[in-house]
């Protein structure tokens, strides 16, 4: 009996070994790590495939499931209860996430990984305090960035126009901006043969906020629960948007249509004024119609008397809040975010980098590229962070404004009317917002 007793308690033991597979069916191997999967809702042209599997040969007990970046899905993933580990975000509407109470606070493991004074200050737009955007816990960090204020122009278009070319190191008044767009604008038997100016959807907000802050104010009310349209300043920017549209032809709109995003109009010499950032240089790079030294890059267009820029997008990755494979997500999240990847995008010169280590990166080879990073680097002191209420998804605002000005454009409704309807629109979205949270 003893024996019996004996042999019992060498097997428990045994059993309880660590390493040890007993049964065939067992969920892994004798001495080898169990595969974790985490979920990952990522953009596949800026993380293609080739990223995700290179990740995957350095960590083979981790396997990346992907999901293609959408926002109703995401929604439907997390109202489901499978949410992504790994979610794609613009940091201009972080705060509304972080109410929401998805994503992770990663303060800790990024104090523990990188030098924080490394980072760009453009990295604050990942920080909230629940009050305001730029101080607080960090939720992510941008994979790449512009100063989306300033604009690229075509001086051949500004030659034919007669116009002079803006300087490099002092900006425009709104006032001749304003004249400059116009005077290059073409249009001929009711259509537009280039456009003025072109402009990026994801940046539509920056374009109000960073022009209201040259003036010291905001877009929405004090409490952030209203568009604030009372203001005339901000009543006359969405004016000038209009006008720009109905008056001058400067930009595509309904009445205007244009056949492709502004991009592969610029490099055929469609539009004159590209309202972007350095992130845009590749596309000048890859033109045909342009030449790269026809191509100027000049400091953001002031509204008000105080010099400023900004970036309006801010896009990287996040975390979510209660995922069950924190470890996994983070080693992927700082192989994309703060490893070889983030040198090769750097390297691509598509943006700038998160960190200030990673400046010399960016491509230098030709002519272009040294004067667009120069550019760069003189707008640098005088970035902020724009703020965004939380109550409000980043693409409402461009939302809004194109579905009830479009029938003002037409003719079917007055501009006055048209904007009161945009921020009843607006307005109801944050009160929904606010009762629901």
Known sequence: MKSLRRVLIITALFLLLPGIAVFSGGTKEAGKQATVTITLMRDAAEMPDEVIAAFEAKNPNIKVNVVENDFTKLMTMIAGGNPPDIFRVNAIGLPYWIRKNMLKDITAELTKTIDINDLFPVNNMYRFDGK???VGPYYGLVKDWSLDYMYYYNKDALDEAGVPYPSDDTPLSYAAFTD???????YK??????YGFGYTDDEFNGYFLTMLASKGKWLFTPDGTKLNIADPDVYALFKWWFDEAKIHHAMHNPLDPAPDWDGPLFQAGRVAVQW???WFGPIVNEATNVSPDRVGFAPA???GTKRVN???GGTGYV??????NFDAAWKFWSYYMLEDEAVARAKSGWGLPAFKSMLKYCPQETAFDKYRLAQVNKELPYQIILQFPSYLRETAL???????????????VDFDTALKKMADQIDGIIKQEMETK
Do not use: C, H, W
Request: proline share 4%.
């Open 132 to 134: 305001m955007q730029g």
């Open 180 to 186: 400059l767009i116009n005077k290059v604008t073409v």
């Open 189 to 194: 038997n009711n259509k537009a043969e280039r």
């Open 276 to 278: 972007d950032g350095y």
């Open 301 to 303: 267009p002031m509204f």
């Open 310 to 312: 900004a970036t309006g």
């Open 319 to 324: 975390i979510y809040k209660n995922t069950k």
């Open 398 to 412: 461009i939302s809004a404004f194109n579905q009830q000005m479009e029938p003002a454009l037409k003719g079917v």
